[in-house]
């Protein structure tokens, strides 16, 4: 109850959360609650859940049961970093993370993220997208920090790159888990990391944002022999919250 009594999605969580908005952008904060609680914030890298720890609530808590010390995370449209440190949290003290996020402005909140946390030797950072080819795509910016996505038109040109490729490099190893939310590209993500779920079978939490894409990643998985939980407890047809096993 008192988590929804927070959430802005109420009137008391807004009236609670209006004198959070008159700190400065640049404050360093803790996190409050959950396995991050004490890890250290900047204010202005998004909305105040963030550190108030009432953001996405339901991937948090399946993240901090399922993941385990010493496991490879792929954090795959890491927006400001909140699952990229709490996968190093989780996966401490030998594991590590690594992060893909093309929006400059998000990547300059993940690394002051990484280094306020002394987390540089557990996450590498690409400022890349992910996809289902190496090379280079336009990037539209959408209406929030949060909702970017590759385009045929865009503000950006970003780099482009496939897990698959990555991993086959001996760049970065191979995964345990991967969280992917990627605003429509779900699909092509899965695509170009055919040979990592065939061979290895992460387990992963992914966000599908568009109908098509949804339909096509999960007869995807399916295909490939994964079993799906929901997260959010739709019909699956409607769902896009999912983890995948």
């Keep these: 109850m008192k988590s929804k009594l927070l959430s802005r999605a109420s009137i008391i969580g807004r009236l609670l959360r209006l004198p959070l908005d008159l700190l400065p952008e640049d404050l360093v904060v803790r996190i409050l609650r959950g396995e991050m609680r004490g890890m250290r914030w900047v204010k202005g890298a998004g909305e105040h859940g963030y550190?108030?720890?009432?953001?996405?609530?339901?991937?948090?808590?399946?993240?901090?049961?399922?993941?385990?010390?010493?496991?490879?995370?792929?954090?795959?449209g890491a927006n400001?970093?909140?699952?990229?440190?709490?996968?190093?949290?989780?996966?401490?003290?030998?594991?590590?993370?690594?992060?893909?996020?093309?929006?400059?402005?998000?990547?300059?909140?993940?690394?002051q993220h990484i280094e306020?946390?002394?987390?540089?030797?557990?996450?590498?950072?690409?400022?890349?997208?992910?996809?289902?080819?190496?090379?280079?795509?336009?990037?539209?910016?959408?209406?929030?920090?949060a909702m970017g996505h590759i385009a045929s038109q865009g503000q950006l040109e970003v780099q482009l790159l496939s897990l698959d490729s990555l991993v086959k490099s001996g760049e970065v190893p191979m995964p345990d888990v991967m969280k992917i939310d990627v605003e429509g590209a779900e699909f092509e993500v899965l695509?170009?990391?055919?040979?990592?779920?065939?061979?290895?079978?992460?387990?992963?939490?992914?966000?599908?944002?568009?109908?098509?894409?949804?339909?096509?990643?999960?007869?995807f998985l399916l295909e490939l022999g994964y079993e799906l939980e929901l997260l959010d407890g739709k019909p699956l047809a409607d769902s896009k919250e999912i983890i995948a096993r």
């Design 51 to 76: 550190w108030l720890g009432t953001y996405e609530q339901r991937k948090r808590k399946a993240m901090e049961g399922l993941l385990r010390a010493g496991q490879i995370f792929f954090d795959i």
């Design 80 to 111: 400001v970093g909140y699952f990229s440190l709490l996968a190093a949290k989780l996966t401490a003290p030998d594991g590590f993370v690594v992060a893909f996020e093309p929006l400059p402005r998000n990547t300059n909140f993940l690394r």
């Design 116 to 145: 306020l946390n002394a987390l540089e030797q557990r996450i590498k950072l690409y400022e890349a997208a992910v996809s289902d080819h190496d090379g280079t795509a336009f990037f539209d910016l959408g209406k929030s920090s």
């Design 191 to 219: 695509q170009g990391a055919k040979g990592i779920l065939t061979e290895h079978h992460p387990l992963l939490f992914i966000d599908t944002h568009a109908r098509t894409a949804h339909e096509k990643s999960i007869q």
